[in-house]
């Protein structure tokens, strides 16, 4: 709990048979705070607000909540609370991390507080200091206009080089850097491919280069992409030569964007004999024009031998008998992108009998499904599918590919009563400000109610910083 915060304390009373008094405390080192002092008569329910005490000796204390009951009824427990003074947080940032003599440096500064809302405050003393240690600046008393302040200043023409520190009132500091002028640098970046699928036909393959502040470079542009062999003595062959990796080249010039594209040929590789490796290494040079000035990049790219993937989501490890079972499967194809509007299936094993379903997945790839559990009392299996063809038989002059399917058991969930609630899981990011549906499926015992002729359900929804 955070120091001057407001904090709830809640607790559930049920089965009350006889009346009795209940008490909820908290202990601290200096003092005990009453939270509720209640006779109780029936079950409850009930959350009560506090204010969060200073803690004792220092920044934090580790306090103590109390829970007793006396009268009819006698009972105690207890639940360890952290008590916290946090501070504010003030930040400073410049608009670049490095400047050339007589360029303006922009930097501004935020104090925010515990729940990241900006503090209006004034800063009592801000300095600039340079690479010497002089300080070349001050501003004293400045006012945030709208939670943030905005400052600036030119640099001097033949500024001494090096780190610029900024201090806030002694307490948050930030930097930047001074250099001299030198030739823009520039990078170079194998944009594509990211993935490459072993039946795929042409792969494009995509070189870019940018100088550090955004703009394209122009040049040309020289590379392979090559598959490594293995030279062991134990795969080859006596007398055999060695084997010699595999490569294709590529040429040519950057385009106004800055970047230059070709076409990778897979039935170059060999991707059915082992002494190849499963992956692709690219090497790429840009050139600049009129300088000369060069650089390189290099990415390896696994080769997928994969059709496609499903897999579980969503999907609890146990099942409630008298509850269906909810789920979800994801479907994902070659290249390692979502299947939408395709069919997926599910098998389900159970008691030596396989039952199977289809579905089909949404635009998020994703397929729900709802099984029932009454007839269940012991593990079942599940299996996802994109396929239920089998699998064609191994050909050594043929690429082996195959379908991940997803696999996962489920074991009945013990419970000592035979009432059960279950809160359907919400896909996605939930809205700030909006209001959101939850569907809980029940099933309820009479034997469990005793001799209640009603039963009140409870929720609590906890979020980052506030309680409902």
């Known amino acids: 709990d955070r120091f001057r915060a407001t904090q709830q304390a809640c607790i559930h009373v049920h089965n009350v048979r006889r009346h009795f008094t209940l008490d909820i405390k908290l202990e601290t080192t200096r003092q005990n705070i009453s939270l509720l002092h209640k006779t109780i008569k029936e079950d409850m329910y009930e959350c009560v607000s506090y204010r969060v005490p200073l803690p004792s000796g220092g920044l934090e204390e580790v306090a103590t909540i109390l829970v007793e009951g006396s009268g009819a009824v006698n009972f105690n427990g207890s639940k360890q609370v952290l008590l916290q003074i946090v501070a504010n947080g003030t930040f400073c940032q410049t608009d670049k991390p ?29 300095t600039l200091q340079d690479p010497n240690g002089n300080m070349i600046a001050q501003w004293l008393d400045v006012k945030p206009q709208g939670g943030l302040v905005d400052l600036s200043l030119r640099l001097a023409s033949e500024p001494p080089y090096g780190t610029y520190l900024i201090n806030i009132d002694d307490k948050t500091m930030c930097n930047f850097d001074t250099q001299e002028y030198v030739l823009p640098k520039f990078n170079c970046d194998v ?21 550090t502040y955004g703009k394209a470079v122009q040049g040309d542009v020289t590379g392979s992409v090559c598959q490594k062999a293995y030279n062991y003595a134990w795969n080859q062959p006596e007398g055999a030569p060695p084997l010699s990796d595999i490569c294709q080249n590529f040429t040519g010039q950057l385009d106004k964007t800055g970047c230059f594209a070709t076409n990778l040929k897979m039935g170059v590789y060999n991707l059915i004999n082992y002494q190849y490796a499963r992956s692709l290494d690219i090497a790429a040079t840009v050139t600049e024009t009129g300088t000369g000035v060069k650089a390189s990049a290099e990415s390896t790219i696994y080769v997928s031998f994969t059709n496609g993937t499903v897999t579980f989501e969503n999907a609890p490890p146990f099942y409630h008998g008298r509850v269906p079972y909810t789920a979800q499967m994801k479907a994902l194809g070659s290249d390692g992108n979502l299947l939408k509007n395709h069919v997926v299936y599910l098998q389900v094993y159970y008691g030596g009998v396989m039952m199977e379903k289809s579905y089909v997945t949404d635009n998020k790839g994703m397929a729900s499904f709802t099984l029932d559990t009454s007839a269940w009392n012991t593990s079942v299996s599940l299996q996802g599918k994109l396929s239920l063809a089998p699998p064609p038989p191994y050909d050594p002059n043929k690429i082996s590919t195959y379908y991940q399917d997803a696999y996962m058991n489920i074991e009945p969930f013990y419970s000592t009563v035979s009432s059960v609630l279950s809160i359907r899981p ?3 990011t939930l809205s700030c400000g909006q209001k959101q549906a939850f569907t809980v499926d029940y099933t309820l015992s009479r034997a469990d109610l005793g001799t209640s002729q009603h039963l009140t359900i409870y929720y609590y929804a906890i979020g980052r910083s506030e309680e409902h």
Do not use: M, W
């Open 98 to 126: 490095i400047y050339q003599p007589g360029q303006t440096v922009k930097f501004r500064a935020v104090t925010l507080n515990s729940t990241f809302a900006p503090q209006s405050g004034k800063y009592s003393k801000i």
């Open 191 to 211: 944009v594509k491919p990211t993935h490459v699928f072993a039946l795929d036909g042409p792969v494009p393959v995509e070189i870019c280069s940018n100088y």
């Open 426 to 428: 919400v896909t996605g």
